[in-house]
């Protein structure tokens, strides 16, 4: 089993900047993928960016050179750089996990953390 803790999120002016933080632990698994998706309220849960175990990433179009995410696989942590917010970046963030035990691949979420952009 995986477990994902978040932190970072909170309450920021429109052109602000946050920085969200997950870290990955439990035993018995080798993590693979890491990233972030995001749900605004009365929205589904959608892709910001993902970044595989060498450094392969992957952004959302409306994200694309605002956010950056960044992991150190050593401690299975991925970071998400959040520059010059808008206030349709508003919404929960979780951080995301594909592990693997063996020859199976599982998707392991966190609890979510709240990013609030004020216009």
């Known amino acids: 089993q995986v477990q994902l803790v978040e932190s970072g999120g909170g309450l920021v002016q429109a052109g602000g900047s946050l920085r969200l933080s997950c870290a990955a632990s439990?035993?018995?698994?080798?993590?693979?993928?890491m990233g972030w998706y995001r749900q605004a309220p009365g929205k589904r849960r959608e892709l910001v960016s993902t970044?595989?175990?060498?450094?392969?990433?992957k952004y959302a179009e409306s994200v694309k050179g605002r956010f950056t995410i960044s992991r150190d696989s050593a401690k299975d942590t991925v970071y998400l750089q959040m520059n010059s917010l808008k206030s349709e970046d508003t919404g929960v963030y979780y951080c995301?996990?594909?592990?693997?035990?063996?020859?199976?691949?599982?998707?392991?979420w966190g609890q979510g953390t709240q990013v609030t952009v004020s216009s």
């Open positions: 970044i595989t175990r060498d450094s392969t990433t």
């Open positions: 439990g035993s018995g698994f080798s993590i693979n993928a």
């Open positions: 995301y996990a594909l592990g693997r035990q063996s020859v199976y691949e599982y998707d392991y």
